[in-house]
C-alpha cells in the first residue's frame, strides 16, 4: 500500500509564497516521476508541475513558469512545490501524484500517475 500526504496548504495574500510538501510511505518504488495538479471548483484537474526522480528534469505548465519551483529530497521521499508570487487564480486544491514507470505518456497528463495524495487547499486572497 502506497500513501501520499499532502502538507502545507492554507490562506496566503496575493503576491506571498507558500511552500507544499508531499511525502510518500508504504511500499516503496523508484519513482520515474512525481506531480503536480490543481483543481479549482467547478473545473478539471490540471498539471502544475512535475520532476523525473533519476534525473530531476523539472516540467512546469505556462501558468507558473517562473512563480513555482518543483524539487526532491530523495532521502525523505518527498517532493516540494515552492509556490511564490501567487496569484488569486493559483486558488484550488492541490494533489501530489506519483508515476512509477514510463509508459509513453507525458508527465503532464492524469494518466501517467499511479497514486494520488488526498489534496491540500490552497487559498489566495487579493
Known amino acids: 500500500q502506497v500513501q501520499l500526504v499532502e502538507s502545507g496548504g492554507g490562506l496566503v495574500q496575493d503576491g506571498g509564497s507558500l511552500r507544499l510538501s508531499c511525502t510518500t510511505s508504504g511500499r516503496t518504488f523508484n519513482w520515474y516521476a512525481m506531480g503536480w495538479f490543481r483543481q479549482a471548483p467547478g473545473k478539471e484537474r490540471d498539471f502544475v508541475a512535475a520532476?523525473?526522480?533519476?534525473?530531476?528534469?523539472?516540467y512546469y505548465a505556462d501558468s507558473v513558469k517562473g512563480r513555482f519551483t518543483i524539487y526532491k529530497d530523495a532521502a525523505k521521499n518527498t517532493v516540494y512545490l515552492q509556490m511564490d508570487s501567487v496569484k488569486p487564480g493559483d486558488t484550488a486544491v492541490y494533489y501530489c501524484a506519483a508515476a512509477t514507470s514510463y509508459r509513453g505518456r507525458s508527465v503532464q497528463i492524469l494518466r501517467a500517475y499511479d497514486y494520488w495524495g488526498q489534496g491540500t487547499q490552497v487559498t489566495v486572497s487579493s
Open positions: 520532476i523525473t526522480w533519476s534525473s530531476d528534469t523539472p
